[in-house]
């Protein structure tokens, strides 16, 4: 999601160590400096590295002589330096680069001329020390290559990509909160049904008072609910109820309120405060996106949209010759029953002896990896956004405000005349 420009919000049905390594996985897949790399001495073995990378993904470090971060730079020990190697009891030290081969940057170089220099070597990695030769960062060539892949990647100012986590309300949340913010994560979401609610005020406050966080809160429906999470101290609130493809809280619980109203009457209000608004629910298609948006919405949510994508948690089977992958809703009986990390309190319904769900569990068709399905939504919605004459999405909200932006009701004749008909047969295929 980051390195397409969007932002990926980590479930919290979990254990707080496997949200937290989530969160590093993330911060570690794109740097510039790379201010915590891992270290070995060099008395490790090969085995020791086939092991790093077995759990981190890569097996090219700095040797340093005490194996730490603040150690003297003795040399570096990349995949081309043992790849052969067939003994991996031998000791890094035997087969890392070193001397006159080894490259580094000093202290105090730019990001600019650090790559410059990274890419004048044609080596993989380019370790930084200090005057003491300590190793201080670390600079990777494949980051310049997916810096180059994905331009428009969202970056925080470390230029690491951006992730987002996920909690509930619960007093142990605070902890969980606690290690998020130290595993470097970006902003925080709130997960409630209802987030006009006591126990959201107090996890707020909490978190605004103790952490450099950004917090984003809801679910909201109407100005009420936001105005009170916006004076609790929001940096964000999420729109939406009842509105999701597997949820039914309107049904059972006849509370909620139409999507498109809901965003627009709330991202109005929110906007006089400077908060921005996530639609929530409702995201089915590339047309539902550019309606989000065009109700004052700054980004959407599309949980059913993606639950079909290579990336997405959950399980793929077949039925009738069709791949599908199993997709259920927070408030349904499974989901609020796991034994992994319950959902049940999202609902307010942690101590009840009776649970009442409100969503369901299905399944979507597979829809292949996000790396082909977000290409095509971006570019649809840009198509989306010419048809209606706006340049970006600035000037998109703009026309809202101004009244240039105009919505018009369709009947049902017109909605049957805006859809395919009049074909014998149709084969219907959205993306190559």
């Not at 307010?348 to 969503?359: E, I, K, N, P």
């Not at 840009?382 to 809202?400: I, N, T, V, Y």
């Amino acid at each position: 999601m980051a390195l397409y420009g969007g932002i990926g919000i980590l479930h919290c049905n979990n254990t707080i160590k496997d949200q937290c390594d989530m969160v590093r996985r993330v911060k570690r897949f794109e740097n510039g400096f790379i201010l915590d790399p891992f270290c070995v001495g060099p008395s490790a073995t090969l085995c020791e590295l086939d092991t790093l990378k077995q759990e981190q993904g890569f097996s090219g470090c700095p040797v340093t002589d005490n194996g730490q971060l603040d150690g003297r730079l003795v040399g570096i020990v990349t995949t081309r330096d043992h790849d052969f190697v067939k003994e991996r009891q031998t000791l890094v030290s035997e087969v890392m680069t070193r001397g006159a081969e080894l490259v580094y940057a000093k202290e105090g170089i730019s990001l600019e001329d650090a790559n410059e220099m990274l890419m004048t070597s044609k080596k993989g990695k380019l370790p930084v020390v200090n005057d003491d030769m300590e190793l201080v960062a670390l600079i990777s060539r494949k980051d310049l290559r997916k810096n180059r892949d994905y331009p428009n990647a969202s970056k925080n100012k470390y230029k690491k990509l951006m992730v987002g986590a996920s909690i509930h309300t619960r007093p142990e949340d605070k902890e969980r909160v606690r290690k998020l913010v130290e595993a470097g994560v970006d902003v925080v979401v709130i997960d409630s049904s209802q987030g006009n609610s006591s126990y959201q005020e107090e996890m707020i406050k909490y978190i605004k008072t103790n952490f450099d966080v950004q917090v984003v809160g809801g679910n909201v429906v109407c100005v009420a609910q936001a105005r009170n999470l916006i004076g609790w101290g929001v940096d964000g609130l999420r729109i939406g109820m009842g509105s999701g493809s597997i949820c039914t809280t309107q049904e059972v619980m006849a509370v909620g309120r139409p999507q498109a109203t809901a965003v627009y009457h709330v991202c109005k209000y929110a906007r006089q405060h400077g908060v921005p608004c996530w639609a929530d629910g409702g995201i089915s298609n590339i047309g539902k996106i550019a309606k989000a948006l065009a109700c004052g919405a700054s980004a959407v949510m599309m949980g059913s949209l993606l639950a079909g994508t290579d990336e997405a948690p959950g399980e793929y089977f077949y039925r009738d010759g069709v791949r599908f992958k199993k997709y259920r809703g927070m408030g349904s009986v499974e989901a609020m029953t796991t034994t992994s990390g319950t959902s049940s309190d999202r609902y307010f319904s942690a101590d009840s002896a009776v649970l009442v769900a409100q969503g369901v569990s299905g399944a979507v068709m597979d829809k292949g990896s996000m790396k082909r399905y977000l290409p095509y939504l971006l570019t649809g919605l840009r198509h989306s956004l010419q048809d209606m004459g706006c340049k970006s999405l600035l000037e998109l909200w703009e026309a809202l405000q101004n009244g240039t932006l105009r919505f018009e009701l369709r009947t049902a004749a017109s909605q049957a005349e805006g859809a395919v008909h009049d074909l014998h047969h149709v084969q219907r295929k959205d993306f190559n």
